[in-house]
């Protein structure tokens, strides 16, 4: 059964780094995936943000590209988000998704995490 | 990459058939045959409903179909239950290895 788990700061300060991590169980971070962030702005809709497989390759949201970075921790079994130069804007659940490669869906989500960017 | 434009709600009475719209370009829905869709209630993770534009996961009942014509992609709810009211929203690949998510339609059940 494969399970994501989103953690980090729920709060962070305007132009500061947003950094969230997603442990993965019941699958491994080398298997034939891509390792997948969205997120949602309360009361809106879900924005795929991008993803990373595990020999290096990523792809990201042009409207979001030269703000983030995903990177893949095998030895941890993880992945991670980073989002800089944050405004209220990225105030949203971001949620962790594993997406099969070579299938244009998303089958397992964490159960997402609410990140308020606030001073 | 502009968000995939839905309705914002959609309203059935218990029995009924509703059709969500999914309005992309050629760039994305127009272009290929991956089209997904996500059922989300109050407070939960998204739950993916169709894919690949009418495939259904195992699990999901046979009164959720999904097809496609031209730039537009459909999902529709045969036989309306209470438990369907959630928020629903399409995804299409949009090219260059990215996707993009529609803005979501509530659907209320009567």
């Known amino acids: 059964q494969v399970q994501l788990q989103e953690s980090g700061p729920g709060l962070v300060n305007p132009s500061g780094t947003l950094s969230l991590t997603c442990a993965v169980s019941?699958?491994?971070?080398?298997?034939?995936?891509?390792w997948t962030w969205v997120r949602q702005p309360p009361g809106k809709g879900l924005e795929w943000i991008g993803e990373?497989?595990?020999?290096?390759?990523?792809s990201y949201n042009p409207s979001l590209k030269s703000r983030v970075t995903i990177s893949v921790d095998k030895s941890k079994n993880q992945f991670s988000l980073k989002l800089s130069s944050v405004t209220d804007a990225d105030t949203a659940v971001y949620y962790c998704v594993r997406r099969s490669s070579g299938k244009n869906y998303f089958e397992y989500w964490g159960q997402g995490t609410l990140v308020t960017v606030s001073s | 990459q502009s968000a995939l434009t839905q309705p914002r709600s959609v309203s059935g009475s218990p029995g009924q058939s509703v059709t969500i719209s999914c309005t992309g370009t050629?760039?994305?829905?127009?272009?290929?045959?991956?089209v997904s869709w996500y059922q989300q209630h109050p407070g939960k993770a998204p739950k993916l409903m169709i894919y690949d534009v009418s495939k259904r996961p195992s699990g999901v009942p046979d009164r959720f179909s999904g097809s496609k014509s031209g730039n537009t992609a459909s999902l529709t709810i045969s036989g309306l239950q209470a438990e369907d009211e959630a928020d629903y929203y399409c995804c299409s690949y949009a090219g260059n290895y990215t996707l993009v998510f529609g803005g979501g339609t509530k659907l209320t059940v009567l």
């Open positions: 990373m497989y595990h020999s290096g390759g990523s």
């Open positions: 019941g699958d491994s971070m080398t298997s034939n995936n891509w």
């Open positions: 050629s760039s994305d829905v127009g272009g290929y045959k991956y």
